[in-house]
Structures are given as C-alpha cells and as structure tokens.
C-alpha cells in the first residue's frame, strides 16, 4: 500500500513539475517571438532633483505587451530572460529605445536604464553601447547605467575596466538597489560610481522606523565623501519625501512623482524660448 502511495506521490510530483517546465517553455517561445515582433515596450518614470523638486531624467522600464495576458511587468519574465540569454538582444533593444526616445526630449534629462549582469559577460557590450548613443545622437552624459552588485561579484577585474570606459565616454554610472544585496562597502570605493539608489524598503520603512533614517543619512555622508549623489527610490508619499530631503538625498523616484509610463504619455515642457536679451 506505502509502495503504491510512494509512487502516486511520485506521478503528482512529475506532473506538477513537468507542467511547470511547459509552462516556462511556452512563456520562453513567447518571449522569443516578442523580441522578434517587437511586442516589448519601453515605459519611463521620472526621476527629480530633490531640493527643488525638477525633473532631471527618467528610468527605462522594459514591459511585455502579451497578446493574450495583458501587460506583464518585468519581474515576470526578466529572470527567464536571463536563464535563456534572451536577455541580450532584450538588453539591446531597451537601450537603443531608450537612446533614441531620449534624444528627442529637452537637453536637461537624462534617461537611465538597467542592465543584467549576463550582458555584462557579453564582450559586445561596450560596442552596442556606443553604437546606440551614436545611432541616436544622444549624448552619452545623458545616459546612465543602472547595475546591482551582482555583476560586481563575478568578474570584478573585467567589469572594472569595462565601467573606466564608460566613464570616459561620459555614461553616468549608478549603483541599483543599494542595501538589498551583498552591499560591501568595499564596491563602493572600488568602481567608479556616479549615483546610489538606495532601495525602496529603506523608503517603506522611514516614518515608521527611526533606524532607516540612520541608515539614509549614513548612506548619503557615505557618498557625499565618495563624491557620488544618492537617489532615493520608491517614494510614495510627502512626508517621506520631505524626510528625504531633511536627510539631504540628492534626487528622488517615486509613485508621488510619477508612475513608469508609455512615451506618448509623458509631458515635456515646451523648448525653452529664446529670452530677450538672447534675441538683442
Ligand atoms: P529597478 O531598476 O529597481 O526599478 C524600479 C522599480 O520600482 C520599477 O519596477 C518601478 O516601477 C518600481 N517603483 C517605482 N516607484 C515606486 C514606488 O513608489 N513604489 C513601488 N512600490 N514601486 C515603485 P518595475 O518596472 O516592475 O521593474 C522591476 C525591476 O525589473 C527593475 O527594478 C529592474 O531591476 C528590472 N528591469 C526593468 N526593466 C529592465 C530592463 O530593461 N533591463 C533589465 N536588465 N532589468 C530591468
Ligand atoms: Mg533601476
Ligand atoms: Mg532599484
Ligand atoms: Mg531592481
């Protein structure tokens, strides 16, 4: 009887998992065929200075624009992109909508997008990098390249070169979800970074606990003696945003700015005109 049960168990088990690796390669091919049908779309949310509160530049967002499931978001599928590589020519193709989208708005924003560690192994990457600024003439200070601290422990020698070259193109560098990782302080000093973005659960956690303020406010000394700007993300409401500025973060990125939105969707103050005493 136990012998049977044991083998019952067994072909649930099987078939639970074998429903799930279907699952998973149907959402693969899926993925695959919108790469190729250019089914992603690339979302921005902006990004504010803030003191004054301005708008200085937006984050790339890659969503997935599912025929038959709607829009998923990229918690959904940027892991299997990685798994299956497919992250690469995904990778390629937020950056160059990214470049090319940002191009065309007011010379004062930045736009900044996130990239995988596994295009980082890429030895292309530096090339597809300049290929997108030129291609669309954006100019590569006002691109930014958000990375986690996963890609500082693999390869650290090689990603370290790889960041100097950026640098010296003038690509602003930012170092993501800060605090969720591994965060050895030693990344800091290390590569050369230009921003921190603090991540969210610190933001969630600041009017309730006095011990995230500590945090932030070490953070931002921290960086402040590194020469590097700190941006807070995930800021949804004004007293959080007022406790930000109080604790001196350079920038700030939230739902009380803005949620991540379509291109078509965002508004860009009109080209500043020419004042009178530029006409004179
Ligand atoms: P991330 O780079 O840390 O991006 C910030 C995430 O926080 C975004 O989620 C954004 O929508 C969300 N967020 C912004 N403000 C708020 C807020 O006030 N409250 C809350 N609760 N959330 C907020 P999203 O768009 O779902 O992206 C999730 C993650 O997926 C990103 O985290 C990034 O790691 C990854 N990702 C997105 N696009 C790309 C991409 O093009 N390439 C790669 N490699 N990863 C990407
Ligand atoms: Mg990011
Ligand atoms: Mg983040
Ligand atoms: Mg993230």
Redesign the pocket.
């Known amino acids: 009887r136990s012998k049977s049960a044991g083998r019952n168990c067994f072909t649930i088990y099987d078939e639970a998992m074998s429903a799930e690796l279907e699952a998973r390669n149907t959402l693969e091919g899926d993925l695959r065929d919108a790469i190729a049908r250019c089914q992603l779309e690339?979302?921005y949310?902006p990004f504010v200075d803030a003191l004054s509160g301005a708008r200085r530049g937006f984050?790339?967002?890659?969503?997935w624009r599912h025929p038959t499931r709607g829009l998923i978001?990229?918690?959904q599928f940027?892991s299997l992109?990685?798994e299956t590589g497919l992250?690469v020519p995904?990778?390629e193709f937020?950056?160059r909508r990214?470049c090319a989208d940002a191009a065309g708005w007011p010379s004062g924003l930045a736009v900044?997008?996130?990239?995988?560690p596994?295009?980082f192994k890429e030895a292309r990457l530096f090339e597809v990098i300049c290929a997108a600024l030129a291609d669309s003439g954006l100019q590569p200070q006002r691109l930014e390249i958000?990375i986690?601290e996963s890609v500082l422990l693999e390869r650290g020698g090689e990603n370290h070169a790889f960041m100097q070259r950026l640098k010296q193109l003038g690509v602003e560098l930012a170092l993501?979800?800060f605090g969720t990782g591994y965060s050895s302080l030693s990344y800091l000093t290390a590569f050369p970074f230009d921003k921190i973005?603090i991540?969210?659960s610190f933001?969630?956690n600041l009017t309730q606990q006095p011990r995230s303020s500590a945090i932030i406010s070490s953070i931002v000394t921290l960086a402040r003696g590194l020469d590097m700007s700190v941006t807070a993300?995930?800021?949804?409401t004004r007293e959080e945003y007022e406790r930000l500025k109080a604790l001196g973060v350079n920038f700030a990125?939230?739902?009380?700015?803005g949620?991540?939105q379509p291109i078509e969707r965002i508004l860009f103050d009109a080209p500043a005109k020419p004042s009178r005493r530029d006409a004179a």
């Open positions: 690339v979302h949310q984050e790339a967002l890659v969503r978001p990229p918690d940027i992109a990685e992250i995904l990778g937020v950056l990214a900044a997008v996130n990239l995988s596994i295009q958000e986690t993501d979800d973005k991540d969210k933001i969630r993300e995930g800021v949804e990125q939230g739902y009380l700015f949620r991540p």
